[in-house]
């Protein structure tokens, strides 16, 4: 090891998780040496950009890069020459839902996970921590362990488990403070050792007793719990939402109420057209995945309801807007407000977006999205991977499916204007002007509850919001 650092990171995926949660350690560990590898060239030379023009959008990001880029944080493709260096190395390469063979479409593929460890084997002359940091199955870190003691060189291999709990659109503010830090390994005395050692990196920002160290397999199965917990209170409050459309309640009102129960917290009731994101959907299916694999059919079933209420939830969407335009929507200008799965991010993978423009694209509308962060091609690459849809085998959708460059252009002689990521910015905008450039009846269908529905009411709109009464319908409130 060099004496010019503490110590050497290297980090593999240069992805939402790998290139925040190592900025992040540069930042606070100027002591350390952190790199950050990947296969992929233009994304390794995006984190590059002279101009900060990073690969992913993320507030307060670029900054943090500008602290300690070519300081301690370095991005790079020498990957064998990166890890011989390396004494720590995460793994956080993506691991998506099978889409093919045993556990298709539940199962997470822990390919490039083992690809890691196969090349950590071969380059290493010295030992080294692999810390996982992908969110992966239960017991991955058998595998990971496996493949690396096949080793010939008498190299030692210590697995951690440390799972991410940033969220995208509020990373920088997640891996500066937060909640906990989660630090799985053996429990044999070099594994307590190992664990001990990454213990001493957070510690470096992190109040010990926020770090908790446990087995390995309650670090992994803890990541996935903690999104299922989640998903499921989204998928909670998304039923009452059903509810209250047909009787008359307000979902934003029964969040508040319910929310102040101290027992119950007031976060993740926030009802919507349903979550999104790479996590949630792929966490559940995996836990879902484990429960059948260990013959928990029930538990398997309970936690596949949060799913298919999320699926529920988007397509009751769709069927709303198409039923409420007089139950067709074929040839007409429909306005998308917002692709991203959440704001403050130009992630679209698992969006709720894109459930709804396929949706009405089978209906025959004409969509215009305007989203302020997400790239067409980033579209049509999670429209294909997600829906097997694409311009090259979908006959229309390139033309049926338009990106506009702003809000106004997206809504301009639209029939309808659909409100599906939460984007500030669609709060201010001009509605009067908006309403004037529309066709009439002029509707909104507010996917995430952010705008002022009785202004709107007022200046001629029909409305519909996911869990408010329609006004019309309910005259006695
Ligand atoms: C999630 C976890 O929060 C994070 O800890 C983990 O590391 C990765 O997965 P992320 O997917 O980035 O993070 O975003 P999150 O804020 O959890 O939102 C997920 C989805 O749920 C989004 O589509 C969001 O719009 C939706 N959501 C969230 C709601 O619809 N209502 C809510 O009240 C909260
Ligand atoms: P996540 O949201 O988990 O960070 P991403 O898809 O954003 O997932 O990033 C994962 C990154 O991992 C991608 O940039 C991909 O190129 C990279 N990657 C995948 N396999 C390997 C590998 N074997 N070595 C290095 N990088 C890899």
Redesign the pocket.
Known sequence: MSTEWDLQICC????????PTMAVIAKMCPKIRVCV????QA?VDAWNSPTFDLP?YEPGLPEVVKESRGRNLFFSTS?NEEIARADIIFI????PTKTQGIGAGRAANIK?CE??AR?IAEVSTTNKIIVEK??VPVRTATAIRRVLQCNDKGLQFDVLSNPEFLAEGTAVKDLLKPDRVLIGGSQSPEGLAAAEKLVKVYANWIPREQILTTNLWSSECAKLVANAFLAQRVSSINSISALCEATGADVCEISRAVGMDARIGSRFLQSSVGFGG?CFQKDILNLVYLCETYGLDECAQYWNQVILMNNYQKKRFSEKMVSKMFNTVTGKKVAILGYAFKKDTGDVRETPSMFVARDLFEEGAKIHVYDPQVKREDMWQEMEYTCNMSPAKTPGLDEAIVTAPDAYSACSGAHALATLTEWDEFKTLDFEKIYKSMAKPAFIFDGRNILDHDKLRKIGFEVHVIGKPDPAAFTDL
């Open positions: 593999m995926g240069a992805g939402y998780v790998g290139g590898i990947d296969l992929n994304q992913i990957i956080s390469v993506n691991t490039n690809l890691c090349t992908s969110t790479s």
